[in-house]
């Protein structure tokens, strides 16, 4: 029976393939999980639209990612921490703070695309980097400072 994989299925194939697969498996297990569907003639014209469209939508995002990327390179982006009197820091800094920032100022970056590239460890400019879909990567500069305590 031919179908039309709707999802990429580990051992079979991957999605909108065209696969020639076994009746039972496709009827009693397949079908009804909504994992194919039939390779009709119509269906195969659908599939062409579907595809085509996705095609648009990533090459869409791809330009979106690209554009916040380009603005986000090179950002100077300062943190004010409170430290102690030998410069130690009252709590960690993470992703998640770097992310608050970057929401922040104005970039929707989420806290797993961002990579220490080094330690920080105290006060002081650090290299970070961002990662993006697509193997997009840019590298902003973290600034630490102390914050003032009044």
């Not at 916040?68 to 921490?81: C, N, P, R, T, Y």
């Not at 410069?87 to 920032?101: A, L, R, T």
């Amino acid at each position: 029976m031919w179908v039309i994989l709707l999802k990429d299925i580990k051992g079979l194939g991957k999605k909108y393939e065209r696969k020639n697969i076994q009746d039972g498996y496709a009827r009693n297990y397949l079908i009804p999980r909504e994992y194919v569907e039939l390779a009709t003639k119509e269906n195969l014209e659908q599939l062409k639209i579907k595809k085509e469209k996705e095609k648009t939508k990533a090459e869409e995002e791809l330009k979106k990612t690209g554009d916040i990327a380009s603005a986000l390179d090179g950002q100077e982006v300062e943190l004010k921490m409170r430290t102690g009197e030998e410069g130690q820091f009252f709590e960690k800094i993470n992703e998640q703070k770097i992310s608050k920032k970057l929401k922040e100022i104005g970039f929707n970056v989420d806290k797993s695309q961002i990579e220490f590239t080094q330690e920080i460890e105290g006060l002081g400019e650090f290299p970070v980097k961002i990662k993006f879909r697509d193997n997009l990567e840019v590298e902003i500069k973290l600034i630490i400072s102390n914050e003032e305590i009044n």
